[in-house]
């Protein structure tokens, strides 16, 4: 039989959960890089050490980031250092992250059931319940991915995580999943269809592990893709401004309107700027400066004006291009000068991201009244 003091303790620690959650904005998807080692947890150092990227085929000059004394595959340095995303600590450091800038949902990546990253998904899981955070998955381009093959690994992730806690099902979609697929052009809309389509061969339509899926939008008129394949909705993922068709801000409004014609949900992805030199020394074009705040600012206002009802992050900690919020220090090494965010103190980024998702709620509100 319980005590008097177990019941009260159940009570008020539930109720303080129900309080965090009115905090959050889950209708917020913010990637989460969950790729990182280091040799005290993982017997080396899995990220923070990379390859520099080729330009292409004509470019045979190889070198490698070792990840070892403070030389990272990174242009900023992490306030937490190169920590392991094995590491009970730095998960739940994270977590309380997340929790302070009001986001609601973070998105794993997703390689393989086998691959380094599939070791720290429960942990994560864990920890995010803990804070009233909510799990879904990013299904990378792992090598033999195909629309049956996606199938299997929503299935296994369904299995295997959908009936933890922390596993996001969305109120507004029939209590269903979400899953990002990226890179979804690499196949066909013809073979997406009969994963995606009811009467599809391999059909996930109706049956226990049908979901929402988000597929990524990148070049102009690519509205027949997305028809004809039966995705749910696309995202534009990219931190780059311009980079792409879709992760255009000025092309927000009207993709949310074809959106709305055609029974599809739009996600636009706000970053607060980009930089990758220290993988891709040859991708200067693609760099976007932070400008202080103002850029990560501009991103979100005009997600928010899209009319959009959910609005993706990218990211949370994707130390390789730049787009993180995650707090970075200032820092030199033997090796390199990392840059920072200047006057801005490092937990900037998540006090902006807090800021604007307010926002976003209260906008949402409105509309819905």
């Not at 691959?115 to 990013?138: N, P, W, Y």
């Not at 809309?189 to 009969?194: E, G, P, V």
């Not at 600012?297 to 009802?309: E, N, P, T, V, Y």
Request: charged share 20%.
């Amino acid at each position: 039989m319980y005590t008097l003091s177990v019941l009260l303790l159940f009570f008020f620690t539930n109720n303080a959960n129900a309080q965090t959650n009115k905090k959050l904005n889950y209708n917020a998807f913010c990637f989460y890089y969950n790729w990182y080692g280091n040799p005290a947890y993982d017997g080396k150092y899995i990220h923070w050490a990379h390859p520099v990227l080729t330009s292409g085929p004509a470019d045979t000059v190889f070198s490698y980031i070792p990840g070892y004394d403070n030389n990272i595959a990174a242009n900023y340095y992490p306030a937490l250092g190169t920590y392991s995303s094995n590491d009970s600590s730095v998960v739940r450091a994270h977590m309380k992250m997340i929790q302070k800038a009001g986001i609601g949902n973070i998105v794993l990546t997703w390689w393989t059931k086998d691959s380094f990253t599939a070791q720290s998904i429960k942990l994560i899981m864990d920890e995010a319940e803990e804070k009233g955070i909510r799990v879904s998955f990013h299904i990378e381009p792992f090598s033999g991915r195909n629309a049956l093959t996606t199938r299997q690994a929503i299935q296994y992730i369904m299995d295997t995580y959908g009936d933890h806690p922390a596993f996001y099902r969305s109120e507004n979609h029939g209590n269903k999943p979400f899953f990002f697929i990226y890179d979804s052009y690499l196949t066909t809309a013809t073979d997406w269809s009969a994963l995606l389509k009811s009467d599809g061969k391999f059909t996930i339509r109706n049956t226990k592990y049908d979901a929402v899926l988000i597929g990524l939008w990148v070049s102009q008129d690519e509205e027949d893709f997305f028809v004809q394949s039966g995705f749910d909705g696309f995202y534009t993922y990219f931190a780059s401004s311009g980079f792409t068709y879709g992760s255009t801000p000025a092309n927000w409004s009207g993709m949310q309107k074809w959106a709305e014609e055609n029974n599809k949900i739009f996600i636009p992805c706000v970053g607060p700027g980009y930089i990758d030199t220290r993988v891709r020394p040859w991708n200067n074009v693609t760099t976007r400066g932070r400008e202080g705040g103002n850029y990560y600012d501009a991103m979100f206002a005009r997600a928010i004006q899209s009319g959009a009802l959910y609005i993706g992050i990218t990211s949370f900690n994707e130390w390789h291009e730049g787009t993180q919020i995650e707090p970075a220090n200032p820092f030199r090494s033997s090796s390199y000068l990392y840059i920072d965010y200047a006057s801005k103190k490092p937990d900037f980024y998540l006090q902006r991201t807090k800021y604007w998702l307010r926002i976003f709620k209260k906008r949402r509100k409105l509309e819905s009244n």
